[in-house]
């Protein structure tokens, strides 16, 4: 527990930023004062992180985005100890408390995977609720195993309304609990039940205020990129592989280990109680279609496997466990596997980040600051440009939360707001920017202070390309009609880019 602990708090403050954890915060912001994703503004996931992140909004008013990265840090945290509970619920009784130790340790002693569920990304949310409804699905008996099977349906459909592709997992354990109906009679029903009301919770009021919105939110938007080529789907696959490899090499070692040792010796295991099988399987197939559904995306990032994480080692640690013959070996793998993970963890290449910035020939470029003190100590410097109009012409929106000042409407999802080719009576209805309604916007001057990164008017959405160097330089024109340079900053934020402050002509 001390060293996750310890690789928490490193991520929280030397962690690098993300553009994500912007507009998810500002998102949170919107909510906590009564306004709604898709109806009044622009969101482009399931409504879910938008409600629980506004409730927790306190934390960030107070503390800027290091309280939103302590929220988040605590929800993976909390996912690894329930993840430690299911295994342990479905391993062997001699063999629990091995479950449990191992469990966490392949997902709270990862760096890769402390950083992820640190940064305010869904994935923090949407492991805590897939661990969760795993860990309530362990309860089997009587009056209580059958609330449990509601309240596991509620966990699946929360994790969809966080991540939609964390919906494979509502068919995957419908067809478990349909499996072992005979010892589990109505539970399958129950899940549905549970999954079925809190899904049309939050989805059918959005399908009814804003349809195209939602739709487009949660569904098209995702289908909006495409791969170029054969020889570049390929490419893209291949690196996801190998880069989810690099991130949980200790859990993939384990796994393949754990699968020669099943192999090679089938008799003399300690075997689980056969009433934990089905849901160890229903565990396997969940993060099999889960990590289907990331693969076929048209641009696949192997952090989407963070969601699937604490399932995977649910069913590993459990696995492990009953392969365990001897006290003795339960000792010895326990003890290795931890100082293995302890050891991976403090030589990731996510550690390395927390203190250096790229390399020049043969030389490191030390961090001079953390990023996030390099973005506390911007949105102070924003604030004094401000005034009191309280207003930010920015696409990065974690500076505009950091400095407790508001976007224009349209800019809510930062980098991902512009959107070119859309006509403008759509572009209004989802509540994003065209062409024509981002060259009026720069033009019009709604903000006495500006600030452009890298990603600022540079990324055309959906497909996430970069903007053509002719359009560039028109929306840069449009921005120098109304706005004057008075700064920058450098390096700032996500990839280190340039920020450039502008404040509006006299």
Same mark, same amino acid.
């Given at each position: &527990? ?38 009044? =503004? ?59 130790? !191992? ?24 492991? =805590? ?14 009056? %209580? ?8 349906? *509620? ?13 494979? &997992?509502?068919?995957?354990? !419908? ?17 549905? %039940?549970?999954?079925? *009301? ?32 054969? #020889? ?11 880069? =989810? ?45 889960? #990590? ?32 365990? *013959? ?7 793998? *326990?003890?290795?596997?931890? &100082?293995?993970? %302890? ?11 927390? =203190? ?40 990065? #929106? ?25 006509? #403008? ?12 309604? &981002? ?68």
């Amino acid at each position: &527990m001390a060293v996750a602990l310890v690789l928490y708090a490193l991520n929280l403050v030397f962690g690098d930023l993300n553009q994500d954890e912007g507009w998810y915060l500002y998102a949170a912001r919107l909510v906590s004062e009564r306004q709604l994703p898709y109806v009044d =503004f622009a969101h482009t996931q399931p409504p879910v992180l938008c409600f629980t992140y506004g409730l927790a909004w306190p934390l960030v008013a107070r503390w800027g985005v290091e309280g939103g990265r302590l929220f988040t840090a605590m929800l993976g945290l909390a996912g690894a100890l329930l993840a430690a509970v299911a295994a342990r619920r479905l391993a062997p009784a001699p063999r629990r408390d091995a479950a449990a130790l !191992l469990a966490f340790a392949l997902v709270a002693l990862n760096a890769y995977h402390t950083y992820f569920t640190t940064i305010v990304k869904t994935y923090a949310l949407c492991g =805590f609720f897939l661990a969760a409804a795993i860990a309530l699905l362990t309860v089997q008996r009587g009056r %209580i195993g059958r609330l449990a099977a509601y309240l596991a349906g *509620v966990g699946l459909a929360l994790a969809a309304g966080t991540r939609i592709s964390a919906g494979v &997992m509502i068919p995957v354990a !419908l067809a478990g609990l349909w499996c072992v109906r005979d010892r589990r009679p109505g539970d399958w029903v129950r899940l549905g %039940i549970g999954a079925g *009301v809190v899904g049309l919770l939050f989805a059918a009021p959005f399908l009814w205020l804003a349809p195209d919105s939602f739709l487009f939110g949660v569904f098209h938007y995702h289908t909006g990129r495409r791969t170029d080529n054969l #020889t570049t789907w390929f490419v893209y696959r291949a690196g996801f592989v190998s880069r =989810f490899v690099q991130a949980y090499f200790v859990p993939v070692s384990v796994a393949i280990a754990a699968a020669a040792a099943r192999f090679f010796r089938a008799e003399g295991r300690c075997r689980a109680p056969d009433e934990s099988a089905w849901l160890r399987r229903t565990a396997w197939a969940g993060v099999a279609g889960g #990590t289907l559904l990331h693969i076929t995306a048209a641009v696949p990032y192997e952090d989407y496997q963070v969601i699937l994480a604490p399932l995977a080692a649910v069913a590993l640690a459990s696995w492990v466990a009953a392969l365990l *013959v001897t006290a003795k070996a339960e000792r010895w793998v *326990v003890a290795v596997l931890i &100082m293995v993970s %302890i050891g991976a963890a403090f030589s990731s290449p996510i550690n390395q980040s927390w =203190f250096v910035s790229g390399r020049d020939r043969i030389w490191w470029r030390l961090k001079e600051k953390p990023h996030l003190q390099v973005l506390r100590e911007t949105a102070a410097r924003v604030r004094a440009l401000a005034g009191d109009s309280r207003r930010l012409l920015t696409q990065d #929106t974690y500076l505009a939360v950091e400095a407790g000042l508001r976007v224009p409407r349209g800019l809510e999802l930062g980098p991902f707001s512009y959107y070119p080719d859309l006509d #403008t009576a759509t572009a209004r209805s989802r509540h994003v920017l065209n062409r024509e309604l &981002m060259q009026a916007l720069l033009r019009s001057g709604p903000a006495p202070v500006a600030a452009v990164s890298g990603y600022g008017l540079s990324v055309a959405s959906p497909a996430v390309a970069e903007l053509p160097e002719p359009e560039q330089r028109s929306l840069r024109a449009a921005l120098a009609e109304r706005y004057i340079p008075a700064g920058t900053v450098r390096p700032f934020g996500q990839a280190d880019t340039t920020l450039e402050l502008f404040i509006i002509k006299p």
